[in-house]
């Protein structure tokens, strides 16, 4: 009788197999949604605009589900300022961004968080919930502040590695503040040009990505110093 049971080395290779396509369809998906671009945001942004004095409220929860789904926040957030101006506009972009890291924060615990655990090991998947415990805020907030990164994607990750949901949305509030000013008045101004409005958006982004490169690198090698 053949015995059935997993050995390590077989849950190992599940373990692998299962993450790899969550990898996969990740992938996938950014493929159609950001380099394809199958999603018409102007045709959304019409869509929504039609909603009326809803329309806030429909852009905030269209627009968590799209970015959960990995359609570019930049074009999101634009859109929302050229729907609802620069005030207006970053608070309902706040919103959504929010949204959409919960949505992926969920998927991604749902999907990996299991499989990297596994993966990890009880001792170092130990150490990295204590990790999460002392600065999941902050390294979702220092996340956000980093360039070219997609914020959807991170989001992922860290539901796998259990991030806690209360600091997804805290972090990402926090961390995205300055990037959802500075997409929003850039739409903004596509709609009603502002050169000040304009000029802002550009000091904020700039300091912004000096200050996520700064902590990136801070954090790097933290992280190489606690490991040699």
Known sequence: MVDTEDTPETSRRRHLVRLALVVGVLGVLFYLTAVRRVIDVASVRDLIESTGPAAPLAYVMVSAVLGALLVPGPLLAAGSGFLFGPVLGTFVTLGATVGSAVISSLAGRRAGRDSARALLGPKRAERVDRLLDRGGLW?????????????ALASYVFGAFGVPLWQMAAGAFIGSAPKAFVYTAVGASLGEFSAPLLATAIVVWCVTAVLGAFAAHRGWRHWRDSHQ
Do not use: L, M, S, T
């Open 139 to 151: 390294a979702v907030v220092g996340q956000r502040f980093v360039p070219g990164i997609n914020d």
